[in-house]
């Protein structure tokens, strides 16, 4: 298998979004839309091109001109390389607050942040992302590193991303934000009326790609269970 990952996207419930679905305009893009920017944060195409994004945390960083989520549309529309793509964004970098991209072409997996401005090709192995650079050893991103390495069916993927399990306070990290909003990020799966996970995505591609997602409410209740599956 070249990719198999679990990813929960963690947003304000009051941000408009579609689950995900063939874009119209662009039928090999399978992905969710951000419809207040116009973007994703995460999403495959047809021909095995894959990206994803996550937002670097840091309250006293400057805020970008440009949407992070026009990243992973844009590439997923593109026949660009994974590495000439990030060279390109890398001198724009810029343009956009904080952010973590994976970027997979179909031949190479990249990994950039544009916060520590360095572009990693990323080989066969474990690896865990959540809003600070890739393998943080935050307590959520390297359970969820062990629980992958335990995985055995797509299944124990989505529910790993259901964990909400809070640290004790010793372990949390510290990124400048007070502690009761570092406790409410803690857990794998993030629930409070105004912000949380609102879609539990599993993705793998081998001979054939696969994108399942889970969609929840504000209250943590599944809305949603999508599914689509492509040979390549």
């Keep these: 298998m070249r990719l198999w990952l679990a ?3 963690d947003e304000f419930h009051l941000r408009p979004a579609l689950a995900a679905r063939s874009w119209p305009q662009q039928p090999t893009i399978i992905a969710g839309q951000d419809l207040q920017a116009g973007g994703t944060w995460l999403g495959v195409t047809k021909q095995g091109r894959f990206a994803a994004i996550t937002n670097y945390r840091n309250p006293d960083s400057t805020a970008g ?5 026009a990243l992973c549309a844009d590439f997923l529309a593109a026949n660009t390389g994974s590495l000439d793509y990030l060279s390109e964004i890398q001198r724009n970098r810029d343009q956009y607050s904080g952010f973590n991209l994976l970027l997979d072409d179909g031949v190479d997996f990249y990994y950039y942040s544009n916060t520590q401005n360095q572009i990693t090709k990323l080989v066969a192995g474990y690896y865990g992302l959540s809003n600070a650079f890739l393998n943080t050893s935050w307590p959520k991103t390297m359970g969820g ?3 992958l390495k335990r995985a055995q069916s797509d299944d124990d993927l989505i ?4 964990d909400k399990t809070l640290p004790q306070d010793i372990d949390l990290p ?15 799966f993030i629930q409070s009326p105004q912000y949380g996970t609102r879609a539990s995505t599993v993705v793998s591609i081998s001979e054939d790609i696969l994108l399942k997602e889970r969609g ?3 209250a943590g209740e599944v809305i949603h269970d999508i599914e689509f599956r492509f040979t390549l």
């Design 159 to 162: 529910n790993l991303l259901a």
């Design 145 to 147: 590193v062990e629980a």
């Design 7 to 9: 990813a929960n996207r």
């Design 216 to 218: 929840f409410n504000s």
């Design 65 to 69: 001109t440009v949407s992070r989520g």
């Design 174 to 188: 510290d990124t400048a934000i007070d502690i009761e909003t570092e406790r409410l990020l803690a857990p794998r």
